[in-house]
């Protein structure tokens, strides 16, 4: 080991020897990083965040509201409202004219500066970055405003199909009803049907009681007999159908009025823990970071480099 090129004493010795070119290399590489990461060449960018929670939704299969909002807020209707009210492709200098992939452009700058992930708290937090830290925390502001809007009008959407239908049923049983109520007030007014057991009852007792007297009691409680016997069991029937046809429309109406209710309320569905904030210092890029990165990887390559040349320069003597 105490021959190998490779030992300490020589690696210091060929720092010693090669120290001035590894300060111009690093004095290089130091300027070079400082401008590439100044605003002149990178745009600095603000970053604002929120975190929120999923209250009211209405779960549409087995995932949780969190996931469920997760995917709402991801969707490329909030995206293109985004793009749109904000005028992005302007804002991220895209030239729909010029450039043919605009839209693929537009969309990967949003994937790259809007950031939305579900965190272990079963929460949500949706961060923005941009050259304009306002606009940052206005995008921010928008995608929980169109997520609420987004989700009302999913759920709207879904109580609307609800009401339809629960409409629908209602016409047919109220249809139902009145072709039920008008033959039964026919049987009233050509029979005098009012109460198939109560009439039946009672008209029993009268013509019993009047039976022999050859009168007028007897006649008319032989009428009613008559027409009970006739036109009773119509008569009953249909009275106990319209009692249950009755309990159907009002089991519907019920369906039909939260239904309605649920169209036309107007609920929040996000609970915003920390709201967006403008913020008045950068978050990237890290100048100090980058030049750091940049001198060190600078100095180790030309170190390898001279190390290379300093090994073959040894192997050839």
Same mark, same amino acid.
């Given at each position: ?28 590489? @130091? ?28 779960? @549409? ?29 302007? *804002? ?8 043919? *992939? ?17 965190? #272990?708290?079963?929460?949500? #937090? ?46 047919? &049983? ?6 039920? #109520? ?7 007014? #050509? ?5 198939? &057991? ?36 119509? @008569?009953?029937?249909?009275?106990? *159908? ?66 290379? @040349?300093?090994?073959?320069? *040894?192997?050839?003597?």
């Amino acid at each position: 080991m105490e021959n190998s090129f490779f030992n300490s004493v020589e690696i210091v010795k060929v720092l010693n020897h090669w120290k001035k070119h590894l300060l111009i290399v690093g004095l290089i590489s @130091f300027a070079l990083s400082a401008f590439i990461s100044s605003p002149l060449v990178i745009k600095p960018k603000f970053k604002s965040s929120a975190i929120i929670y999923p209250s009211n939704l209405i779960a @549409f299969s087995n995932e949780s509201t969190t996931e469920q909002m997760l995917q709402i807020t991801q969707s490329t209707d909030i995206r293109d409202w985004i793009i749109k009210n904000f005028h992005l492709y302007k *804002h991220y200098g895209i030239d729909t004219l010029k450039n043919k *992939h605009h839209e693929s452009e537009i969309f990967r700058m949003y994937d790259d500066n809007v950031s939305i992930r579900q965190t #272990e708290y079963e929460s949500m #937090e949706i961060t923005v970055f941009d050259t304009d830290p306002v606009i940052a925390s206005q995008m921010v502001d928008s995608i929980i405003h169109y997520f609420d809007v987004k989700s009302r009008q999913l759920q709207a959407s879904k109580s609307k199909e609800v009401m339809i239908i629960a409409k629908n049923q209602l016409d047919q &049983k109220q249809a139902e009803m009145d072709s039920i #109520e008008r033959r039964m007030e026919n049987l009233r007014k #050509e029979y005098g049907l009012l109460d198939y &057991k109560e009439q039946s009852k009672e008209a029993t007792k009268a013509y019993l009681r009047a039976m022999g007297t050859n009168g007028s009691a007897e006649r008319a409680s032989k009428q009613i007999l008559d027409a009970l016997k006739e036109k009773g069991g119509e @008569f009953n029937a249909m009275n106990e *159908h319209l009692w249950r046809i009755r309990g159907s429309y009002n089991d519907l109406k019920g369906v039909y009025e939260n239904a309605k209710r649920d169209v036309y309320k107007q609920l929040t569905y996000a609970n915003v823990v920390t709201r967006p904030e403008v913020a008045d210092q950068k978050s990237y890029p890290i100048r100090w970071l980058i030049v750091a990165i940049s001198v060190g990887s600078s100095l180790f390559l030309a170190f390898l480099i001279i190390l290379i @040349f300093q090994s073959k320069k *040894h192997l050839s003597r």
